[in-house]
């Protein structure tokens, strides 16, 4: 694992010359719950690695269909996706949707073996997700079904349709405040002020979320306006991170 870390630091510390002479680009996964949570985790991370040359795939476990107070169901889901590629665009991304219900999600065997196919079929070198120990349930499952099929991703009988890995990619996890049982201990600190503006702007695609949904679970009235700039960086530290900290 150390030496996994290392070669993280590396790519990230400006040493061009071993950026450029890899043979061919690093394939990045970063999967969350929700479909926002990979830009709001990791889309500055993702950004750098795009601008390194490097591709990259968010994976949502969840399509996003309840967390709205207006509209749910296929409705929201359609919505969700629709701003899934939008922020594809923005990015220079793949951004990937599996089918299951927003805050219903568990640990199932069939959603590992979706997760599994989906870490194959993108050849991951590097899979970023949730710790779980977290708030959110479906973050919790989420983090539980990356860490099932960490390692199933190279046993080819399990989920036999889809040929096994012949490495084991590097897992991540991404920063969290979460103390309890075990608090977030930092191995990699990346600075994404460079690319600040590009995760603002993938923020800024999520309309029903960063105009919508949030400000309002957040009580927050006055930021459930379109035409406002989604939260600055750093205003909201449960999910913003400091700069040097954060993706
Ligand atoms: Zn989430």
């Keep these: 694992m150390k030496a996994a870390l290392i070669l993280i630091t590396l790519l990230f510390s400006g040493s061009n010359a071993f950026v450029f002479s890899q043979e061919k680009p ?83 065997l069939e959603i590992r073996l979706d997760v599994i196919r989906k870490i194959r079929e993108w050849d991951a070198d590097v ?45 991540l996890y991404y920063q969290d405040h979460f103390q309890k049982p075990n608090p977030f201990e930092p191995d990699i600190a990346i600075d994404i002020t460079a690319v600040i503006d590009k995760k603002i702007d993938a923020f800024d695609a999520h309309v029903s979320q960063f105009y919508e949904w949030l400000p309002w679970i957040a009580n927050d009235p006055d930021r459930s306006r379109k035409e406002q700039r989604p939260v600055k960086p750093g205003s909201n530290p449960s999910e913003l991170q400091p700069r040097i900290q954060q993706s």
């Design 127 to 171: 899979v970023i997700s949730h710790r779980s120990n977290d708030y959110h349930p479906d973050h919790r499952y989420t983090g539980i079904l990356v860490q099932d099929a960490a390692f199933m991703v190279g046993v080819p009988n399990i989920a036999a349709d889809t040929p096994p890995l012949r490495k084991n990619p590097v897992f």
């Design 26 to 108: 690093l394939k990045i996964m970063m999967i969350g719950a929700h479909p926002d949570d990979c830009d709001i985790k990791a889309g500055g991370t993702a950004a750098l690695f795009v601008a390194m040359g490097h591709e990259v795939k968010f994976l949502s476990v969840t399509n996003g269909d309840a967390g709205h107070m207006e509209m749910g169901g296929g409705m929201l889901a359609k919505r969700r996706y629709d701003e899934t590629q939008e922020v594809a665009k923005r990015l220079g991304i793949s951004y990937d949707v599996l089918d299951n219900h927003d805050g219903e999600l568990l640990p199932t």
